[in-house]
């Protein structure tokens, strides 16, 4: 084995980041291998499209049609009628709009306060350090379903329950899974830079904020999609927090429409889909940034 | 903007989206500057000349009738402002829950029978019975056992609303196809042999070949459209099917045990989950959603698999407007060795104890018990009246809509059983569906079923109370 | 730098030794304030105020009393936690295995710059971004014994698929496939992001001296994804244990309790039967049980830190 054959299955990751710079010779072997690699690629493509193509074509279906079509059939026509529908909706623009700030400030706020926290845990030395991850870790392991009571006794008790504060204060200020998955990040960078900055007086805001962070882009956006998702999808915290529906989020605009008469799938497919296109959107970019950033995670340049 | 096309960077992308967002966010804010305030919770004077009640309901579709019905109301009361708040029923009890310990409930509520008991006990919703004598209500205007739903201890929680019975829908263009006609007089079943019903069902199930199940040649393997779909549900489900045969789920309102462990019910159940399966004429247990409660049954009977969809009549609208490709019908349960019965069960609307606008909350109670909202609600087609003379208003609206419900109205001038109340109920309903599913889907017998059933629920019923 | 300082728990304090200093307590204390004013204020108050619950009986609305220890007995008594313990226990073992090796070997695969690996990457994360409400639907397209996609399948190749949702054998492992479909590319970012952070250097230096790519997996990939694996191991087993949308959506803890895990149980005890103290007890139970796998977790990351390279 050669190192210039490396760029195939199973193998380094690194070194095949730089195939196309490189003159590549094509062998029968490296076609055979590409075409099972790309057979592979269509599999794992199929496994995870096929549910949304048929959530896509359904979705331009009439209700009946939809209950008693195969998901397969296709829709007879492409009519927006139900995008319309869920779009023209009592209040479809206000729980979107009421999404989109809360999931913005959650996300700003979980991921700095978080990457702030997780720096300490890898990176700083204070008493009492690994007893306090093991506090954070646990919250980890806490079912959510039942603090939400107490939860709900106390924002009410601050008075702010019915307001956006409810929908965001809980996650903005940090959260033990973004510290945990940031800390393991940090734990792989080599220490040596910490020290050099350091012997060269820096403040461990300036290394924090000037080396670690541009080092640590990929994690950070990792962890803002995961900040993101969660707002954006949340559902029992919202419904229960908030009464009036100039607050609602849209989670709980789309659980509006099922039922125990009989749920409005057609209604309800639209409306996913409407929601899904901008998370859909905003993850093609950064997982692009996730990749294109290697070059800067590398320290061997 | 430019219509060139434009490569943005991340960072000007990300300038627009936190621009577009501030946007949407502070278009949805101008409704007011009042109004945007109270959502960051500075909350500014609200017009105290009015009574700003809330009516919360769960069903979007009643929504629309009672917005009608309380658009009049608000018409009437100048001084009183009515705002609804719609909420999913898998969310419903949670919600009204929560809302009463921050203070945030709404004035007036529907309530559903499981919930009945446990907001009585727990005192959220007002005794109304003062009120009622007060303004002079006649109370036998309405169809018969709603009021006794809404009562605990001779006091009423609540003026009735509207009613329902079970019934069969009939998928009449399948009838025409296989050339049978809807019953005429109300079949019959009995534990023993089926009687008249199974032979009824026999006709109506139909393999790929177009073969009845009583003709010769019938491949059993190969069934196309089953004739009915029991359900393990103890209102759309088995529970008509238990009086038929003399057994019941509680024995009266109240009660700190069930009855559900009984000679009859074995008789009963075993007749649903066995006799009826081996007959080939019960769709299997396992399509009708999980633990067999009858959650696809409404889509199996739009998609043809179903002759008969038995069910209660809130159904109408959603099976008017999935079966646009054949004509429904309806006709009665069965009667058993005990008779014909059908469970009964009814809304009401409670009336929070927590209310800052009493007199005004039951002025909206009031009328929404009273004739002039109930025509409103039958004649859109939305319910069956409460008030029973004003019930030929719903039929007529369906009428007109190619949808004979007069079964239903049939059923509720015959032997009701009431919707089993007592403290608890909501989630011991719940846990006698795990209970009974083995025996529906056939890996367990009635009576360990049914004794396993009776066994949880009377302690979720006794420990509640 | 030696493999060995990479990724290991050693690798968590500062080369420097000594004592802290109040400075660094200080910039310790500044980094940490606010999240850990989110963790006390948002999580640590409630999850004190769960366990004194789990010594009342509380309906949330009439006045709580004290019972001590009884709800404990009662919900094994008359709510099966120990069954669905078990379930919990079985879903985690479908689960996790299968979910970890097949993120892993995606993120393997996809991690190259050939033409269609970053869209592929975009489709595996899809059902991590979808709405959970419309979910049910999609799995009755799949799952339906008369309709759905898989017995439809299943019937051109002559075989007559079960009723998998309501099959006390099926039920369990279809939830499990529904999970892992839906998260199993959200961890493969993980590991991605793990793969990008592995110097190329490593590699070449193995190529020259001759090592297989099997045994540079084996020797450079999976010990400098250690800090990587510890991460998904642990956030996956503890995600799992709560596991309650999937199962809410499909079968609502059926056939019969064939299903119900725990965290179905105690979604039905708070907000179906409002016995608060009771759900409770409950969340103590599983929150001790999920403390114990973790901590054996970490034990055994620990126990195995030293790899070296050369």
């Keep these: ?301 | ?465 | 730098m030696t493999a060995a300082a990479i990724g290991t728990e050693a690798a968590a304090t500062t080369t420097r030794t000594g004592k802290p200093t109040g400075r660094d307590i200080r910039t310790a204390l500044g980094f940490l304030a606010p999240s850990l004013i989110g963790v006390i204020a948002f999580l640590l108050v409630p999850v004190v105020v769960v366990i004194v619950l789990s010594f009342v009986k509380w309906d949330l609305l009439t006045p709580p009393s004290f019972v001590g220890v009884s709800n404990y007995i009662d919900i094994f008594r008359y709510d099966a936690v120990g069954h669905s313990l078990l379930v919990t226990a079985y879903y985690v073992l479908l689960n996790i295995p299968a979910q970890t090796v097949i993120a892993l070997g995606l993120a393997v695969l996809l991690n190259r710059k050939l033409p269609g690996t970053s869209f592929v990457r975009v489709l595996c994360v899809l059902p991590y971004l979808a709405t959970p409400v419309a979910m049910a639907v999609v799995w009755n397209w799949f799952f339906d014994p008369s309709t759905g996609v898989i017995n439809t399948l299943l019937g051109f190749v002559g075989i007559a698929g079960p009723s998998w949702l309501s099959s006390q054998v099926w039920a369990m492992p279809v939830v499990a496939f529904a999970n892992i479909w839906q998260y199993v590319g959200y961890n493969m970012l993980f590991f991605l992001a793990g793969l990008q952070s592995i110097p190329a250097s490593m590699y070449e230096a193995a190529a020259i001296d001759g090592a297989s790519r099997i045994k540079q997996f084996f020797s450079i990939t999976l010990p400098l994804l250690r800090p990587t694996m510890l991460f998904v191991l642990v956030t996956g087993v503890i995600g799992s244990f709560q596991v309650f949308d999937t199962v809410y959506v499909l079968t609502n803890g059926g056939p019969g309790d064939a299903t119900e895990v725990m965290n179905s149980l105690i979604y039905k005890s708070a907000f179906v039967g409002f016995r608060i103290g009771d759900a409770a007890a409950m969340s103590v139970v599983l929150f001790v049980v999920i403390l114990v796998v973790t901590i054996v977790q970490f034990g055994y990351f620990r126990n195995r830190t030293t790899y070296e390279m050369n």
């Design chain 2, 1 to 465: 903007m430019t219509r060139r096309p434009v490569s943005m960077t991340r960072r000007q992308l990300l300038a627009a989206l936190g621009t577009a967002a501030g946007a949407v966010a502070g278009s949805a804010a101008l409704g007011g500057c009042s109004n945007a305030a109270a959502r960051w919770g500075f909350s500014g004077n609200p017009d105290s000349a009015k009574a700003n009640l809330t009516y919360a309901l769960w069903d979007t579709y009643q929504q629309e009738g009672y917005q009608k019905s309380i658009d009049q109301f608000t018409a009437k009361h100048p001084d009183i402002s009515v705002t609804i708040q719609q909420i999913p029923y898998g969310n419903y009890a949670p919600k009204i829950t929560a809302s009463f310990i921050s203070g945030n409930a709404p004035d007036l509520f529907w309530v559903n029978t499981p919930f009945l008991a446990d907001w009585i006990r727990q005192g959220i919703i007002a005794d109304v019975t003062d009120r009622v004598r007060a303004a002079n209500i006649d109370t036998s205007v309405y169809v018969e056992g709603l009021v006794e739903l809404h009562e605990r201890e001779g006091k009423l929680y609540g003026l009735p609303k509207d009613w329902d019975t079970i019934c069969f829908y009939y998928n009449k263009s399948y009838f025409q196809k296989l050339g049978v006609s809807a019953p005429t007089e109300q079949l019959e079943w009995n534990p023993d042999d089926g009687g008249t019903f199974l032979k009824f069902l026999r006709t109506i199930t139909s393999d790929s070949k177009g073969k009845t199940a009583d003709q010769p040649g019938f491949d059993p393997g190969d069934i196309v459209t089953y004739a009915v779909g029991n359900t393990n549900d103890p209102q759309s489900g088995y529970g008509s099917y238990l009086p038929m045969n003399g057994g019941a789920f509680i024995a009266e309102p109240y009660a700190a045990r069930t009855v559900l462990d009984t000679a009859p019910n074995r008789e009963t159940i075993s007749f649903l989950s066995q006799m009826l399966v081996d007959e080939h004429v019960q769709i299997p247990y396992g399509e009708l959603g999980p633990n067999a409660d009858g959650s696809s049954a409404l889509t199996l009977f739009a998609q043809g698999r179903l002759a008969l969809f038995q069910a209660g009549d809130w159904n109408t609208s959603s099976i008017s407007e999935l079966t646009s490709n054949f004509e429904v019908g309806t006709f009665l349960l069965p009667r058993g060795p005990q008779g014909g019965w059908t469970v009964f069960n009814g809304l009401t609307d409670g009336t929070s104890t927590a209310t800052e606008h009493p007199e005004q909350t039951w002025l909206l109670a009031e009328w929404l018990g009273g004739a002039d909202s109930q025509r409103i609600m039958g004649s859109g087609g939305y319910i069956w009246p409460a008030i029973e003379s004003l019930d030929p208003l719903y039929a007529e609206h369906w009428k007109k809509n190619k949808v004979d419900v007069s079964a239903f109205l049939t059923a509720a001038q015959g032997k009701k059983s009431l919707y089993p109340v007592a403290v608890g109920m909501a989630e011991a309903v719940s846990d006698v569906q795990t209970a009974l599913a083995p025996t529906f889907f056939g890996t367990a017998s009635a009576a360990t079923g049914l004794a396993k059933a009776q066994q949880v629920a009377d302690y979720r019923i006794s420990s509640g109370a």
């Design chain 1, 1 to 301: 084995m050669t190192a210039t054959s490396a760029p195939t299955l199973a193998a380094a990751p690194r070194a095949t980041a730089d195939v196309p710079h490189r003159p590549t010779r094509i062998t029968p072997g490296r076609v055979v291998r590409l075409v099972i690699f790309y057979l592979l690629l269509l599999i794992i493509a199929l496994v995870f499209l096929t549910p949304y193509l048929f959530s896509l074509n359904a979705s331009f279906k009439p209700l009946a049609a939809i209950l008693s079509d195969h998901a397969w059939t296709p829709a007879t026509s492409l009519s927006l009628t139900n995008f319309k529908e869920v779009l023209t909706s009592n209040g479809f623009a206000t729980y979107l709009g009421n999404t989109v700030l809360i999931t913005v400030i959650i996300t700003v706020g979980q991921v700095l306060f978080s990457l702030m926290g997780a720096y300490a845990f890898a990176r700083l030395r204070f008493p009492g350090r690994d007893a306090l991850f093991w506090l954070y870790l646990s919250m980890l392991m806490v079912p959510n379903v039942v603090t939400m009571i107490p939860l709900y006794v106390l924002m009410d008790g601050a008075h702010l329950l019915n307001t956006y504060w409810a929908l965001f204060l809980p996650y903005t200020l940090g959260t033990p899974y973004a510290v945990f998955l940031m800390r393991q990040y940090f734990l792989t960078l080599p220490s040596e830079i910490l020290e050099a900055a350091r012997l060269d007086g820096c403040s461990e805001a300036r290394i924090l904020f000037r080396i670690l962070i541009p080092l640590a882009r990929p994690i950070i956006t990792t962890a803002a999609i995961i900040a993101f998702v969660f707002s954006w999808n949340n559902f029992l915290w919202p419904l229960i927090a908030t009464n009036s529906s100039d607050l609602q989020v849209v989670t709980v605009g789309l659980a509006n429409l099922q039922s125990n008469f009989g749920t409005q799938w057609n209604l309800v497919l639209a409306g996913s889909i409407l929601v899904l296109i901008p998370l859909v959107v905003l993850f093609v970019i950064f997982q692009k940034q996730i990749v294109n950033s290697i070059s800067l995670t590398g320290t061997n340049r």
